[in-house]
């Protein structure tokens, strides 16, 4: 599993995906989303937005 | 004034029902225990105890992985330090649920694995400080709980829990025991109210959270019966359910509630206890070519659309899930069907509703309404505000 940078929100902030591990987005969310909080806190960082 | 001072009233023609007391003062009436403390109704703390409500999984196992609580039928966690030891399951196995329920939650061990001395695995649900508070642990005036449940194991033995403060501070490992496999059995524990450490009191944080050990090493087991600093979930010499493979723990009818008797589980309407549920977990899933919600288009790309909650959030949610399949979703406008291009993601939220974003390749009129909606039956969208 890991998070990626997918889009922008009204509010002009950065919304996340995450990447499950059979490749799938399940889950978007904001930046201060604690499962992505904690994410961040084990040291991982989101990968850029797709091109 | 005169106190009549007896153990039992009964009709001259009945040898049995009428008002019985006992020697704590406890009454019963027509062999129902009264509540020695607080309301008649809404005593019950757990919200999902009598296992009904699955918006999440509908009825499909979880296997459990380490280190968060993962969530099976609503409010009803597993957790572990070690994955995939256990699954969680509304009526896992499909045994008769006792007399009184419909349902339960079944815990599956997936493996024979041998518990280590740091070692943690449970099912548990946490109760938010609002509705808690009333117990007034941390405090002088802490009240006395009874926790009661119905427990049916393909074990026998002594198994163990834990109730424990939000901070993990304080816990009362409690005990009770399994006499004969394969058999609903009831279980009542009074617990003393805690008088010390820290309770979080009338917030929208935990409570209190209630475990049920599947397997605990010596660094997380306890005496039974008495409050202790830290957080074991479990008693010393416990049984292990994730010790066996295959053996299987279900568990319904749980009831927290003040006072020190057990009162009579308290069943609620379905719509009261799925509103309940709703106010931790939302999902909408409205079967194929029906609607979500109304927005409208920010560019020909995008349709901003609102999903109203049908109960007050606990929290402002901060992620939307989806089935994960952008063509599960569409976007109605005009007399125009056009299919997702991407799953839809996340605006903001609050605890009365939240943004959506719906896109697709092209077409839309920036400025007009459209209405969000499912191409098939698996499109789902859901918000959770858990503990």
Same mark, same amino acid.
């Given at each position: 599993?890991?998070?990626?940078?997918?889009?922008?929100?009204?509010?002009?902030?950065?919304?996340?995906?995450?990447?499950?591990?059979?490749?799938?987005?399940?889950?978007?969310?904001?930046?201060?989303?604690?499962?992505?909080?904690?994410?961040?806190?084990?040291?991982?960082?989101?990968?850029?937005?797709?091109? | 004034?005169?106190?009549?001072?007896?153990?039992?009233?009964?009709?001259?023609?009945?040898?049995?029902?009428?008002?019985?007391?006992?020697?704590?003062?406890?009454?019963?009436?027509?062999?129902?225990?009264?509540?020695? *403390?607080? $309301?008649? &109704?809404?005593?019950?703390?757990?919200? %999902?105890?009598?296992?009904? +409500?699955?918006?999440?999984? =509908? #009825?499909?196992?979880?296997?459990?992985?380490?280190?968060?609580?993962?969530?099976?039928?609503?409010?009803?966690?597993?957790?572990?330090?070690?994955?995939?030891?256990?699954?969680?399951?509304?009526?896992?196995?499909?045994?008769?649920?006792?007399?009184?329920?419909?349902?339960?939650?079944?815990?599956?061990?997936?493996?024979?694995?041998?518990?280590?001395?740091?070692?943690?695995?449970?099912?548990?649900?946490?109760?938010?400080?609002?509705?808690?508070?009333?117990?007034?642990?941390?405090?002088?005036?802490?009240?006395?709980?009874?926790?009661?449940?119905?427990?049916?194991?393909?074990?026998?033995?002594?198994?163990?829990?834990?109730?424990?403060?939000?901070?993990?501070?304080? *816990?009362? $490992?409690? &005990?009770?025991?399994?006499?004969?496999? %394969?058999?609903?059995?009831? +279980?009542?524990?009074?617990? =003393? #109210?805690?008088?010390?450490?820290?309770?979080?009191?009338?917030?929208?944080?935990?409570?209190?959270?209630?475990?049920?050990?599947?397997?605990?090493?010596?660094?997380?087991?306890?005496?039974?019966?008495?409050?202790?600093?830290?957080?074991?979930?479990?008693?010393?010499?416990?049984?292990?359910?994730?010790?066996?493979?295959?053996?299987?723990?279900?568990?319904?009818?749980?009831?927290?509630?003040?006072?020190?008797?057990?009162?009579?589980?308290?069943?609620?309407?379905?719509?009261?206890?799925?509103?309940?549920?709703?106010?931790?977990?939302?999902?909408?899933?409205?079967?194929?070519?029906?609607?979500?919600?109304?927005?409208?288009?920010?560019?020909?790309?995008?349709?901003?659309?609102?999903?109203?909650?049908?109960?007050?959030?606990?929290?402002?949610?901060?992620?939307?899930?989806?089935?994960?399949? =952008?063509?599960?979703?569409?976007?109605?406008?005009?007399?125009?069907?056009?299919?997702?291009?991407?799953?839809?993601?996340?605006?903001?939220?609050?605890?009365?509703?939240?943004?959506?974003?719906?896109?697709?390749?092209?077409?839309?009129?920036?400025?007009?309404?459209?209405?969000?909606?499912?191409?098939?039956?698996?499109?789902?969208?859901?918000?959770?505000?858990?503990?």
């Amino acid at each position: 599993m890991t998070y990626k940078v997918f889009n922008t929100n009204s509010a002009g902030e950065t919304i996340y995906a995450r990447i499950d591990d059979d490749g799938v987005i399940r889950v978007t969310c904001s930046a201060d989303h604690p499962p992505f909080q904690e994410w961040l806190a084990e040291g991982n960082e989101p990968l850029p937005a797709d091109d | 004034m005169s106190t009549l001072k007896v153990t039992s009233i009964q009709n001259p023609s009945t040898s049995s029902g009428g008002v019985s007391i006992d020697t704590s003062g406890h009454v019963t009436v027509d062999g129902v225990a009264m509540p020695s *403390s607080g $309301p008649l &109704s809404n005593r019950n703390k757990i919200i %999902n105890g009598d296992m009904r +409500i699955d918006q999440r999984n =509908a #009825g499909a196992a979880v296997t459990i992985p380490a280190n968060a609580y993962t969530y099976s039928i609503d409010r009803w966690f597993g957790f572990c330090n070690q994955p995939s030891k256990f699954s969680l399951q509304q009526n896992a196995g499909a045994v008769t649920p006792p007399v009184g329920h419909s349902n339960y939650l079944g815990a599956t061990s997936l493996s024979a694995y041998a518990v280590i001395s740091t070692d943690y695995f449970a099912l548990g649900q946490a109760i938010e400080g609002f509705n808690f508070a009333d117990a007034s642990w941390g405090t002088a005036d802490a009240k006395t709980v009874t926790l009661s449940f119905q427990v049916y194991s393909s074990l026998t033995g002594t198994f163990g829990g834990a109730i424990q403060s939000s901070n993990q501070g304080r *816990s009362y $490992p409690f &005990s009770y025991t399994v006499s004969s496999a %394969n058999t609903w059995t009831p +279980i009542a524990i009074t617990i =003393a #109210g805690d008088t010390t450490g820290t309770w979080v009191g009338a917030t929208n944080g935990i409570g209190a959270r209630v475990f049920w050990s599947l397997g605990s090493g010596s660094v997380q087991s306890g005496t039974a019966g008495a409050w202790v600093s830290g957080a074991p979930y479990s008693v010393t010499g416990a049984t292990s359910v994730v010790g066996t493979n295959g053996a299987t723990f279900y568990i319904t009818g749980v009831q927290l509630e003040v006072g020190s008797v057990a009162t009579p589980f308290e069943h609620r309407s379905y719509g009261d206890e799925l509103a309940r549920c709703q106010r931790y977990y939302y999902k909408i899933q409205p079967g194929q070519y029906d609607t979500f919600c109304l927005g409208y288009n920010r560019n020909t790309t995008l349709c901003q659309a609102f999903a109203p909650f049908p109960v007050t959030m606990r929290a402002a949610p901060t992620a939307l899930e989806t089935s994960g399949t =952008a063509s599960d979703y569409r976007i109605l406008y005009l007399i125009t069907a056009a299919t997702c291009n991407a799953v839809p993601f996340f605006d903001h939220g609050s605890t009365t509703g939240s943004d959506i974003y719906f896109q697709v390749a092209s077409g839309l009129t920036a400025g007009q309404g459209s209405k969000a909606n499912s191409n098939t039956a698996d499109a789902y969208l859901a918000w959770s505000a858990e503990l």
